[in-house]
C-alpha cells in the first residue's frame, strides 16, 4: 500500500536562494515560482546563514551568491562540502568570473552561472531551471580540503 502511495506522488524540488539583494532574491523567486514542482524552502542574506540554513532546512539545491557578508559563497560551499553536502548552483556577477567560476566548481559547486548583466534572469532562467531540476537529482560527496 505504501509503495502505491509513493509511485503516484511527485516530490517537490527544495530550493534556498542564499543572496544578501533582495532584488536578486526576488527576481529569481519570479522565475522559479512559476515551476510548479519547486519550492523555496527559505532565504539567507548572508554567509553564516546560508550554512546554518541549508544544514538546518536540507534543501535538494542551493542557489548561492558567490559576494555575501559575513561568509563569502566559495567558504560556504567549502563547508557545506566536507560537512552536508548539498547541491550548489552558485550564480555571481562576481570577476574575473573565470577564476571564480574554477575554484567554485574545485570546492563542489555543481555549476556557475553568471549573473546577467542588466538583471534581466528571464535570460537564464531556461539554464537555471533545467540546472535545478538536474542536480535536484544528484547527491555530491563529502569532500576534504
Request: charged share 40%; hydrophobic share 35%.
Given at each position: 500500500m505504501l509503495s502505491v502511495f509513493l509511485e503516484g506522488s511527485k516530490m517537490s524540488v527544495r530550493i534556498i536562494i542564499c543572496e544578501d539583494s533582495g532584488v536578486i532574491q526576488k527576481l529569481l523567486k519570479n522565475v522559479l515560482e512559476k515551476e510548479k514542482d519547486f519550492e523555496i524552502v527559505g532565504t539567507a542574506t548572508d554567509g553564516e546563514d546560508a550554512y546554518n540554513k541549508i544544514v538546518s532546512l536540507k534543501p535538494d539545491v542551493a542557489l548561492?551568491?558567490?559576494?555575501?557578508p559575513k561568509m563569502f559563497g566559495l567558504e560556504v560551499a567549502k563547508k557545506i562540502m566536507s560537512t552536508e553536502p548539498v547541491s550548489i548552483i552558485m550564480i555571481t556577477?562576481?570577476?574575473?568570473?573565470?577564476?571564480i567560476k574554477a575554484e567554485a566548481l574545485k570546492v563542489g559547486v555543481m555549476s556557475v552561472i553568471?549573473?546577467?548583466k542588466q538583471l534581466?534572469?528571464?535570460?537564464?532562467a531556461r539554464k537555471l531551471i533545467t540546472e535545478i531540476k538536474v542536480f535536484s537529482k544528484t547527491k555530491p560527496?563529502?569532500?576534504?580540503f
Open positions: 548561492m551568491d558567490h559576494r555575501m556577477s562576481a570577476e574575473p568570473f573565470e577564476t553568471e549573473k546577467p534581466d534572469f528571464s535570460a537564464i560527496a563529502k569532500k576534504t
